[in-house]
Antibody
Framework: QVQLQESGPGLVKPSETLSLTCTVS??????????WSWIRQPPGKGLEWIGY???????SHNPSLKSRVTISLDTSKNQFSLRLSSVTAADTAVYYC??????????????WGQGTLVTVSS | DIQMTQSPSSLSASVGDRVTITCQAS??????LDWYQQKPGKAPKLLIY???TLEVGVPSRFSGGGSGTDFTFTISSLQPEDFATYYC?????????FGQGTKLQIK
């Protein structure tokens, strides 16, 4: 069973860059078993898919976030990371790192970190 | 983007009740739909994929159905631990999108 743990600052100033890291245990970010993903949830609201990266380095992100998103892998540390630039209060949310497992056309976000609240405020 | 619309947004029910939540996609997504359960302060949990296939370990009182644009999620006999918020999510097209959630509360 893959386990995920988010880490990073809980407070970010407006216009700065949000940076989070997800440490993976019980699996390898170098394997093709998962798409390594980020999902966020503003307080009291629903879920929004941010993006994912595959072990090949290929990735995709939500166009609603325009070009502010960067997701990367660090195979030496078995981690993947999220950077979100030019943040505003609208980016305040609980951020989850998640594995997306796809097999034979079936997909599901099947392992979730506990989530970390990031507040954007001066 | 594909819009996912759940109804109702909230629902009050009693232990033992049968409840059904619907999810409608703004365009055909075949069976590429998941259902998640989220309890307060916790991460969501995958319950169903491919619209109707139960994830390993999920109790059989949970079920899902539908294809195309209209889907259902049913709990056949509510248990105390089932009071939570439920989300549908499509994976037919990028970006993946979620419904707004259905909060299931104790009557």
């Amino acid at each position: 069973q893959v386990q995920l743990q988010e880490s990073g600052p809980g407070l970010v100033k407006p216009s700065e860059t949000l940076s989070l890291t997800c440490t993976v245990s019980g699996g390898s970010v170098s394997s093709g078993n998962y798409y390594w993903s980020w999902i966020r949830q503003p307080p009291g609201k629903g879920l929004e898919w941010i993006g994912y990266i595959y072990y090949t380095g290929r990735g995709s992100h939500n166009p609603s976030l325009k070009s502010r998103v960067t997701i990367s892998l660090d195979t030496s540390k078995n981690q993947f990371s999220l950077r979100l630039s030019s943040v505003t209060a609208a980016d305040t949310a609980v951020y989850y790192c998640v594995t997306l497992h796809c097999s034979g056309g079936s997909c599901g976000f099947d392992n979730w970190g506990q989530g970390t609240l990031v507040t954007v405020s001066s | 983007d594909i819009q996912m619309t759940q109804s109702p947004s909230s629902l009050s029910a009693s232990v033992g009740d049968r409840v059904t939540i619907t999810c409608q996609a703004s365009q055909d997504i075949s069976i590429y739909l998941d259902w998640y359960q989220q309890k307060p302060g916790k991460a969501p949990k995958l319950l169903i994929y491919d619209a109707s296939t139960l994830e390993v370990g999920v109790p059989s009182r949970f079920s899902g159905g539908g294809s195309g644009t209209d889907f259902t999620f049913t709990i056949s006999s509510l248990q105390p631990e089932d009071f939570a918020t439920y989300y549908c999510q499509q994976y037919n097209n990028l970006p993946y999108t979620f419904g707004q959630g259905t909060k299931l509360q104790i009557k």
